[in-house]
């Protein structure tokens, strides 16, 4: 009888396990999950979408992709439905914990830093920041509110010159757009956005002790529709898989 008690007791113990075991592979990454995320990560992030959505098939990605500035104000005041945010800079970040609305402790998960983009070829000949001060050339920049934005400023105030642009873009995205199309001789972009435009334009570089490093940071939202799946995905960014994709795109790791 003994060792018939013995039996049970321990078939019992196995299926608990087993079916915890069930529990945790049940898909802590099922169903929908709308990530808020700064334009600039737009190719990255889909890559890194499609590969979560491999791993997890039960899980189904969205994007919205835009101004970190725009994102954050979506969530703090009109409430939208976003399980993950993913800023390119601290300041909207600190925005959305200020307003109680982080799920998660913001981590950085990498980093970035500013290009002056030119059309191809650098037709006119632009070396340096100093030479968006000519008011003969059409300098493009995000708004002073968007990260891209207040980073130039910050680069312009640190090299010295006074350079007013002749358009201020919603993202960085519309500044890349404005020089590709040859609507604009000169914009302040990330340097990853002037990879991504490959064939359509350069870069020019600019030095290190007048640029800007770009932290971005990435949290679950509190409100989070989907939070097992949000948490995940943040987990799938920080991780090698992560970290792989935007290596490829030419973000750096967190310092």
């Known amino acids: 009888m003994r060792g018939t008690h013995r039996n049970l007791f321990s078939a019992a113990v196995l299926l608990v396990l087993v079916s915890a075991c069930g529990e945790d592979d049940g898909g802590e990454s099922t169903g929908a999950l709308t990530v808020f995320a700064a334009a600039s990560l737009a190719d990255a992030f889909t890559e890194i979408g499609d590969a979560f959505m491999t791993d997890d098939p039960d899980a189904e990605v969205t994007f919205n992709f835009a101004a970190s500035s725009e994102l954050v104000t979506q969530i703090n005041e009109g409430g939208a439905p976003a399980d993950v945010f993913a800023s390119a800079d601290q300041n909207n970040m600190t925005k959305l914990a200020d307003a109680g609305n982080n799920g998660s402790v913001p981590e950085v998960f990498a980093t970035n830093s500013l290009e002056i983009i030119v059309e191809r070829g650098n037709p006119l000949g632009i070396t340096g920041v100093v030479d968006l001060a000519n008011d003969d050339l059409i300098v493009v920049t995000c708004a002073p509110e968007v990260p891209c934005g207040n980073y130039a400023q910050q680069t312009f105030d640190a090299s010295g010159v006074t350079v007013t642009p002749d358009?201020?873009?919603?993202?960085?995205?519309?500044?890349?757009?404005?020089?590709?199309?040859?609507?604009?001789?000169?914009?302040?972009?990330?340097?990853?956005?002037?990879?991504?435009?490959?064939?359509?334009?350069?870069?020019?570089?600019?030095?290190?002790?007048?640029?800007?490093?770009?932290?971005?940071?990435?949290?679950?939202?509190?409100?989070?529709?989907?939070?097992?799946?949000?948490?995940?995905?943040?987990?799938?960014?920080?991780?090698?898989?992560?970290?792989?994709v935007l290596a490829e795109y030419g973000f750096l790791p967190p310092d």
């Open 167 to 244: 358009s201020l873009e919603e993202n960085v995205r519309a500044v890349v757009t404005k020089v590709t199309a040859g609507e604009a001789d000169a914009g302040i972009v990330y340097k990853t956005d002037v990879t991504a435009a490959g064939d359509g334009a350069d870069g020019v570089e600019i030095p290190a002790d007048i640029n800007v490093i770009a932290e971005y940071p990435i949290a679950v939202t509190k409100d989070a529709p989907n939070p097992e799946a949000a948490r995940a995905f943040v987990a799938f960014v920080l991780g090698d898989a992560g970290q792989e």
